[in-house]
Each structure stands twice: as structure tokens, then as C-alpha cells.
């Protein structure tokens, strides 16, 4: 679940360039489209990884 988003909105969902903190302490900073994960961004993990890729409705389609 989401805890915390810093970033642009349109209406009322994340629209534009966002961060989104998650209750497991994970991260994603990117690119939001209409309250989605959708363009380039990086998935920080609570573990030390992070991921970076390009994003299409909440999913990683292609790693960058």
C-alpha cells in the first residue's frame, strides 16, 4: 500500500512526475499517467536494489 506521493496531479490522481513511498519502505520515482506507474522511473527496493525501466499500467515492461 502507498503511504506517502510528492508530485504533480491531475484531478485527483498522480499525473506527471511523482514519488510514491510505499508501507514496506520501497520507492518509485517517476513518471505517473492518470493515477498509474506508466513511462520511465526507478523502483527502489527496501532491500539496497533498485530498478530501472520503463513502466506500463504498474508493470516493468523493459528494463533500462
Not at 490522481?13 to 508501507?23: K, R, T
Not at 505517473?32 to 513511462?39: A, L, M, T
Amino acid at each position: 500500500f502507498w503511504v506517502y506521493y510528492e508530485g504533480d496531479f491531475k484531478g485527483n490522481l498522480f499525473d506527471g512526475m511523482g514519488d510514491l513511498m510505499l508501507s514496506n519502505e520501497e520507492k518509485f520515482v517517476g513518471k505517473f499517467v492518470n493515477g498509474v506507474v506508466h513511462g520511465e522511473g526507478c523502483f527502489y527496493r527496501n532491500n539496497g536494489e533498485m530498478e530501472l525501466g520503463l513502466w506500463e499500467n504498474n508493470i516493468l515492461v523493459k528494463d533500462l
